[in-house]
């Protein structure tokens, strides 16, 4: 799928998207780019009788236009009551229509969002582009039968039309030609099944990325976890045939090198069975996308490599299957962390968390990192709290979860601040360790992230995120498609190009 930009000249497209406030119909109609190229439509019953509901669309045959064959109005109701959700719906409920029709080519009429949204259009624009991408992805690569039945909708191209250059909208562009790379390459990962995607082949890919962007790229493996004193990683790895092991990626501009960079650190557990404490059965086959936070970093660190912000940053990304053979470590056990600190499994289906403190032991010591923001699909009960669209944010910095919330939110991946007060960490004390890997089944997703803190120093600004809700949608909902979502990329790039990382780690 590709974008392209046109000016002035227009090739024509199959389908033309026009989105419409209620009682604006006559606003958009004295636009001179629309009585250039529709003024047709002006005379046509189904534009006067459409009454721009919010969330309605109609489609139609432009009979007699050179622009376009399919007219797609799209509603966006009051004004007065329209929000960011909104336009999300209403972008993906017009490339639905678009797909409907068949048309490989789609029309976005920049001049159009201009009128529509004046104080903040080259937004509006990106997030119906990134829509139309994210709405456009599919993995098919698995499938023999019925291929060719199933190639029809719009596959090849969304085309922007204006009316004369614009740079902001250039940069538009490539921002949303360099995500697509990042978050269609994260989809995939996530997407594959867990025979194809193992921890070794999950490295592989990340060293890919390092090898295409010029970033440095280090693999720690379990020998060498095991000779570093990664008692936690190791405990849960060992227990696989596929073994596991770290990628690490640094991006790393000329001039960036004393500043303390931003680490990423993704979870990575590319099949999850509970291990020992063994999960239902049922829906076990979702869980080849609890890899789905080492995905998203992998993600992230390539679209930073596309667009070569002048920061440095770092991505971490430990990868295990968690597996129930003679070799994997029990409940009782206790495990000796990087950090020195000793953690009593209570159970081995809250493995993600023990991977990931060693992970972030290694960050803290290797790179003194300005700020640590990890990623997970870490506890189910995440999705008991906020549901299956919002990631809950937490950390020892309420100024970073704060940014985190508004950069998710400029991009659509909602958030929502959860509290680490000391009192949850009651229910962690352990007899004969430290603390342990559980507490009780009160405030789940709390404790998985007051488990973290234990790791992070007071110098390195922290945030964890758990994506367990919105990593995965079981049906398509706003601007993203149905399966894997890549939840957390966008933000993250937003994070790099918006914060200035000073060297000595202030904002």
Known sequence: ????????????????????????????????WFRRNLAWLADMSFWREFKCKKGKALASFAPGSSLCKIIILVGLGEKSKFDSDAWYSACAESFKQAKQYECSTVGVPFPIIYSLFEENPH???????????????????LKTMDTEDEDNGVRQQIVLLDQEPDGAVADVLAYIKSVKNGLYHARDLITRPSNEITPTTFAEEARKVADTYGMRWNLISLEQAKEMGMGAFVAVAQG????????????????????RPLVLVGKGITFDTGGISLKPAQNMEQMKHDMAGAAAVLGAMEVIGILKPPRRVVGIMPCAENMPDGKAYRPGDVVKTLSGKTVEVISTDAEGRLILCDAITYGIKNY????????????????????????????????LVSKLCDLGAKVGEKMWPLPLWDFFF????????????????????????????????????????????????DKPWFQMPKGATGFGIRTFVEMVKSWNLKPDGAN
């Not at 937004?123 to 690569?141: C, N, Q």
């Not at 999705?383 to 950390?395: H, K, S, Y």
Request: hydrophobic share 40%.
């Open 1 to 32: 799928m590709e974008i392209d930009y046109q000016v002035q000249t227009y090739s024509g497209v199959d389908g033309l998207i026009v989105p419409v406030f209620e009682g604006e119909k006559e606003k958009i109609e004295n636009l001179a």
């Open 123 to 141: 937004w509006y624009l990106r997030e119906m582009l990134f829509t139309g991408v994210s709405a456009l992805y599919e993995y098919k690569e």
């Open 240 to 259: 696989s045939q596929n073994g596991g092991c770290i990628s690490i990626l640094e991006y790393c501009p000329v001039g960036c090198e004393s500043e």
């Open 368 to 399: 003194n990192p300005a700020v640590l923001v990890d990623i997970a699909t870490l506890t189910g009960a995440c999705i008991i709290a906020l549901g299956d669209r919002v990631a809950g944010v937490m950390g020892n910095d309420d100024e």
């Open 426 to 473: 009651e229910d962690m004390k352990s007899d004969i360790a430290d603390f342990k890997n559980v507490g009780n089944r009160k405030a789940g997703t709390i404790v998985g992230g007051m488990f973290l803190k234990q790791f992070v120093e007071d110098s390195v600004k922290w945030a964890h995120i758990d994506i367990a809700g919105p990593a995965w949608a």
